[in-house]
């Protein structure tokens, strides 16, 4: 399976972005697909995942009410709406498919990364 993700880039806080993860390859072994990301001297933290099949979701607390993930089946691709950004959201951005989890064990597969930076 290969990941591609797109759409990230530099915003105000208070903007918004939209990233995009299309997936490609053996992907009918892909149970969820989810976001993580890393930011400079900081582990790979979970920001949300989504079940391939049902679409049941799971957000970190951190971005709860401001974050949205949606999949398109159709497409193989995954979507991640980020509201109300903020200077702390500023990381790279992953995508990742496998299992549905909160850690990165669960995932076998990864994208490139995408780079989100929130300017105060």
């Known amino acids: 399976v290969q990941l591609q993700a797109s759409g990230g880039g530099l915003v105000q806080a208070g903007g918004s972005l939209r990233l995009s993860c299309a997936a490609s390859?053996?992907?009918?072994?892909?149970?969820?697909m989810g976001w993580f990301r890393q930011a400079p001297g900081k582990e790979r933290e979970f920001v949300a995942v989504?079940?391939?099949?049902?679409?049941?979701?799971s957000y970190a607390d951190s971005v709860k009410g401001r974050f949205t993930i949606s999949g398109d089946n159709t497409k193989n691709t995954v979507y991640l709406q980020m509201n109300s950004l903020k200077p702390e959201d500023t990381a790279i951005y992953y995508c990742?498919?496998?299992?549905?989890?909160?850690?990165?064990?669960?995932?076998?597969?990864w994208g490139q990364g995408t780079q989100v930076t929130v300017s105060s």
């Open positions: 990742a498919a496998g299992r549905y989890g909160p850690t990165p064990r669960e995932y076998d597969y």
């Open positions: 390859g053996r992907t009918s072994s892909v149970v969820a």
């Open positions: 989504i079940t391939r099949r049902g679409g049941m979701t």
